[in-house]
């Protein structure tokens, strides 16, 4: 009932930008936070950026200063703005997002979505 797609990544020299996207559709009713996560082959998945409705943000110390994620409520969609990106930045990014589904009347519990990866890859 809900899908959530990412979009923008791709291959960039170090000291570069790129922006991915996360764009969730289907029966929303609300959604809290959205986040992004990254993960390398054979590491677990951390966590990147977090963003409230309100617009509150969280970093994690090793994106703070170069990172920065916003959203658009009326699109239902999380950016993460990466700039002066490092080879360490390469990873699979995934956008989460915290959501109410609406089932005809019924307006579910929230539960978290993930969406399918895009891939990022800095080379130095």
């Known amino acids: 009932q809900v899908q959530l797609v990412e979009s923008g990544g791709g291959s960039v020299q170090a000291g570069g930008s790129l922006r991915v996207s996360c764009a969730a559709s289907?029966?929303?009713?609300?959604?809290?936070?959205m986040g992004w996560y990254r993960q390398v082959p054979g590491k677990q998945r951390e966590l990147v950026a977090t963003v409230t409705s309100g617009g509150s943000s969280t970093y994690t110390d090793f994106v703070k200063g170069r990172f920065t994620i916003s959203r658009d409520n009326a699109k239902n969609t999380v950016y993460l703005q990466m700039n002066s990106l490092k080879s360490e930045d390469t990873a699979v990014y995934y956008c989460?997002?915290?959501?109410?589904?609406?089932?005809?009347?019924?307006?579910?519990?929230?539960?978290?979505?993930w969406g399918q990866g895009t891939q990022v890859t800095v080379s130095s």
């Open positions: 989460n997002a915290e959501i109410r589904v609406k089932s005809g009347p019924i307006v579910r519990s929230m539960t978290v979505y």
């Open positions: 289907g029966s929303i009713y609300s959604i809290g936070v």
